[in-house]
């Protein structure tokens, strides 16, 4: 459904996409994490072509979002990190305006305006005006223009952001009823949010792809698959040198609290931690150290996050949709983006 293929954009010398490629399938809901500054908006903007590349191509469903974006734009929703709403305007007549900048007349786009009003729970609102409404509304009218035209690809960008708690579940249950219907790719920087909503999670860390599959297979794919704790009734190189004679502890850190006792954070390569925990406990039995404490934290999205971009340059775990394609570059730019300063683009740029 959408193919990009290395895509990079430079804003002077900040690349901050860089040779990017990745397809997305029909349905599911895709989570785009990133830390702040990966890329995630620039990369969406591109995508929907609200900016140019510097190079290469995103095509959706086939058609080339920058040599035939009315047919590549048709099959897209975007709700931007910042949406652009008319704030006099009611979200009725501001979904009127943008339904018929897609195209909509009459009686069809009345009875869409009606449909996404239903589904993002507007309709008590439609008469009220924008800058009346909690920010959590204003983003639901955010999400209805996008839903406008019923496109096959619903992008959202940050769509929880500055939202209070109720109104982040009721945004994560439309978008989980949007992905019944629609490929839904949402970016975030809060992982929990992917975790819960996505199917899929595509990772990017200083512009690059880093990861790229379903979260459990993420979790998996970890080098160093969990952490271990102890606090131990010892001294240090005690502690030090009995986890030393498991021979399953890859890296620790061992201290000695103020209430007398030594505490440690271990990290292990074996797959299996509970072998690991058994050989710890029966090793303290063993020499008669009393044991106080044993934790085990399996690895999960977060020390995924961490690991990966930490690390830029990792490989990008494949699930075969996010294999690299040996697609063409392109000649940068052919829309500017209002908000570029730079002059490598300008200078490099067609009209
Ligand atoms: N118009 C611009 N001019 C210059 N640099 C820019 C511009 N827009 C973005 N950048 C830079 O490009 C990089 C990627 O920014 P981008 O906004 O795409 O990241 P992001 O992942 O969406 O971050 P956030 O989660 O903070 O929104 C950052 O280093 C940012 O400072």
Known sequence: MIAVEHLT????????????????????????????????????????????????????????IFEEPDKAKRLIGYLP????????????????????????????????????????????????????????????????????????????????????????????????ELGKEHTVIFSSHILSEVQTICEKVLIISRGKLVAFDEPENLEKSLTAPGEITLTAEAEPEEVEALLEETGAVSGMDVKKEENGYARAVLRTSEEDIYAVSRSIFLKFAESGKVLLELGLKKADLEDIFIELTENGDREVPSDGEAEAENGQKTESGRETDSREEDSEEKGGNEP
């Open 9 to 64: 954009k430079r804003y002077g010398n900040v690349t901050a996409v860089d040779d990017l490629s990745f397809e997305i399938g029909d349905g599911h809901v895709y989570g785009f994490l990133g830390p702040n500054g990966a890329g995630k908006s620039t990369t969406m903007n591109i995508m929907t072509g609200c900016l140019s590349a510097t190079e290469g191509h995103v095509k959706i469903d086939g058609y080339d």
């Open 81 to 176: 990190e910042q949406p652009p709403l008319y704030m006099n305007e009611t979200p009725a007549e501001y979904l009127r305006f943008v339904g018929e900048a897609k195209g909509l007349r009459g009686a069809e786009l009345y009875k869409q305006i009606g449909e996404v009003l239903e589904k993002t729970k507007l309709t008590a609102m439609r008469n009220r005006r924008i800058s009346a409404l909690s920010k959590g509304y204003k983003q639901r009218v955010g999400i209805a223009q996008a839903l406008l035209g019923d496109p096959r690809v619903i992008i959202l960008d940050e769509p929880t952001v500055g939202l209070d708690p109720l109104q982040i579940i009721e945004i994560r249950d439309l978008i989980r």
